[in-house]
């Protein structure tokens, strides 16, 4: 889809999990919302293969725990595309063992601990 709207300029397609990318290629690796859509087992394989394509510094957002993510969001906005689905959940102490700072909690305001909306706060300015 990204191809046929002219999104980006340069696509590549892969497995996160053995990146097509050489040792140290990128500055800065951002692997956003991706970790949770793998297998437990397939976390750290994702982890090494940010840290050999990146030489500075790795950016990785997961949703704090397992947050289960399917049935309406899933089916309506996703086409049941069968890789939206959550596979794992992680843990801010499971993360600092592979060596990392954890800070923040995101979106923890509307979505809560286990992304279970319970009230957006309101926005001055918005309709």
């Known amino acids: 889809m990204a191809r046929s709207q002219g999104t980006y300029r340069d696509l590549v397609r892969g497995d996160v999990t053995r990146l097509p990318f050489k040792d140290r290629s990128f500055d ?27 030489t500075k510094r790795i950016v990785l957002t997961t949703p704090n725990g397992f947050v289960p993510y399917r049935s309406l969001l899933h089916d309506r906005f996703q086409d049941g595309n069968p890789l939206s689905i959550h596979l794992s959940g992680w843990e801010p102490e499971e993360l600092k063992r592979f060596g990392y700072r954890i800070s923040g909690n995101g ?21």
């Open 28 to 54: 800065i690796a951002l692997c956003a919302e991706v970790i949770e859509h793998l297998r437990k087992d397939d976390g750290p394989r994702l982890v090494h293969e940010l840290e050999r394509v990146a």
């Open 107 to 127: 979106l923890a305001l509307i979505w809560g601990r286990r992304g279970v909306i319970f009230k957006a706060p309101a926005i001055s300015g918005l309709s």
